[in-house]
């Protein structure tokens, strides 16, 4: 049986995921969680979990154990030829992938959301992931995601651009390999290009450059 990934299309947690695997030629079946509807993660866990990513591979079922752990990118690194978690940069690397997946990530989803929410069709879905959104960040959250949407982009793509100078000097953010860190960064840039419009690339062929090499890492041993 094929690894399965479980994940929804737009996450920034999920996407490094799926790119680790590509770039390991790791065969997978990526299995799509309604945003409204978590069951399949649920019942998978046991109960114990209702986020994504989550793997299942072999009889086992990983999925992350805090709400800052990295134990899914931890379990695809088994499967790179490169270690993508290396002691050499120990305690630097991990506050920055908590920089990525925190700072960077709390203002790009908002503008993805501002969007991608109105497209869901149905009224009680819509109703349950908006509902769901403002248990966790206030009652009229989405509306004024909507409303400074140009400002939470302007913000996101300020704090993308601290990366210029370390990513027009190496190929990676760390030297000539990629580490976990280029994988959340790629992440969080991805969730917000899930809307096509909010893509800035002019000014930034360092970034794009980036993303290209990245994407077109081996992993492979």
Request: charged share 25%; glycine share 6%; net charge negative.
């Amino acid at each position: 049986m094929a690894l399965k990934l479980y994940q929804f299309p737009h996450s920034p947690y999920c996407i490094p995921i799926s790119l680790i695997l590509k770039n390991c030629d790791i065969e997978f079946e990526e299995v799509l969680v309604d945003n409204w509807n978590r069951h399949l993660v649920i019942e998978l866990t046991d109960g114990a979990y209702y986020q994504v990513p989550v793997i299942e591979n072999e009889g086992d079922v990983i999925y992350e154990s805090t709400a800052d752990s990295t134990d899914v990118a931890h379990y695809v690194n088994q499967f790179s030829k490169i270690d993508l978690f290396p002691d050499r940069i120990s305690g630097i690397h991990e506050v920055l992938i908590a920089h990525i997946e925190n700072d960077l990530e709390g203002v790009g989803f908002k503008t993805v959301d501002a969007v991608y929410i109105d497209g869901i069709e149905d009224l009680v879905a819509r109703t349950n992931v908006i509902r769901h959104k403002e248990r966790s960040f206030g009652r009229g959250c989405v509306e004024d995601w909507k409303n400074n949407r140009e400002h939470l982009l302007a913000s996101f793509y300020q704090g993308i651009d601290a990366f210029k100078g370390t990513l027009k000097a190496s190929p990676f953010l760390f030297g000539e390999e990629p580490v976990y860190a280029d994988y959340a960064l790629y992440g969080v840039l991805l969730n917000v290009h899930f809307i096509p419009k909010h893509i800035r690339w002019e000014g930034r062929e360092w970034l794009k450059d980036w993303k290209e090499r990245l994407e077109g890492q081996s992993l492979t041993s």
